[in-house]
């Protein structure tokens, strides 16, 4: 699945900035922690991974949801790209 | 106040658009009772795995957050009767409990025949979190749409200090008596590992401390808590994939020995502290902490409209609120 540069970050960047952040100008930096700035909660993880595993018709595992994977935008991206690559 | 002409969202909640039509923008994106009834099945499967996996790998199949309140006492009478499990019931007195709460919740776990403990936490603790969030919220943004920040300091102290003694006793799953309207579906049975659980404690845990300072530590996991366990417990809330019908729950407890406390709502039938969090949080953030539950329930059929408008308004008893304005001195 061939995936244009950048277009997974924004995306993900949409999905939670309309849904957690309430506005499209809202501001939300790459590397911002969505736990540590208190942007999500524990539903809006659940949230998050059933948002990429339909977007992306990928299946993420639990030890597989972690801040490392799925904590900013930056870790989003390399992660959905190394599911997508078969890694 | 205008509300949505489907379901009871009001104009000016968070997040929501509405048409030209008066329709909420979670009313369009609803895909209809049917699908709603599809995922309840395919989650109900999911749990009925769930439990296949770790039965009998402990004293206790699951340890049930019991608030005494009407949906805690409908899980609990479905995880009994419906599954068979071995329960472990915890209540955490938050010092608000009424009375008679008291009388129902030893009349339901004896009637089920369940173990049953109490958590009661130092009230001068509990009474500094309590003022504090009654006027700020220290918790993400999106927590308010769900409840007031009295209710999530509240549910942060029941979800830690639950897993704390899950863990301790090596019980798989924490069950808790969220209603459909309180959390999706989708997000009802939900499994994370040490680190992204120990992410979200500190998202807890780190506010509360500021306000309340280190002996709030003893009311989350230490480090030894992660170490032991090779699994933490999966949360799951059961009535987000069952029928939800509030006249079928009240006469199904009634036969456990449950009845309705004097100066409680009907959204929260075991907390007495709950007016003051609505009355704060209507009066900062314009809208009723639980149009959001009460706006899914009318949409997913659980309740009409006119039902759905009755629960709304809030009942603004001078006496009471005075009462508790003074338990936690407070103007």
Known sequence: ?87 | MKLCKNCVLPVGFPHITFDEEGVCSLCRAYKGRSAALGLRKEYTKRFERLLKESAGKSAYDVLMCYSGGKDSTYTLDILRKKYGLSVLAFTFDNGFIPERTYVNIRNVVEALGVDHVFFKPDFNIVKRLFTHTLRHCPYPAKTLERASAVCTTCMGLVKYTALKTAVEKEIPLIAFGWSPGQAPVTSSIIRLGPEMVSAMELAIKAPMKKIAGGPVDRFFLEKRHYAAAATLPAFVHPLAFTEYDEKKILACIKRLGWKLPKDVEMNATNCLLNPLGDEEHIKRYGFHPYALEIAAFVREGCMTRPEGIRHLPFRKDRRLLASLRKRLGVS
């Open chain 1, 1 to 87: 699945m061939k995936i244009p540069q950048g277009s997974i970050k924004s995306r993900m960047k949409d999905f939670i900035v309309r849904t957690y952040l309430g506005r499209k100008d809202a501001p939300l930096g790459d590397g911002d922690s969505f736990l540590g700035e208190g942007i999500i909660d524990s539903i809006g993880v659940i949230e998050l991974v059933a948002f990429i595993q339909e977007t992306y018709n990928i299946k993420i595992a639990v030890p597989e949801i972690i801040p490392a994977n799925l904590d900013t935008l930056d870790n989003l991206e390399r992660f959905i790209i190394r599911k997508l690559s078969g890694l």
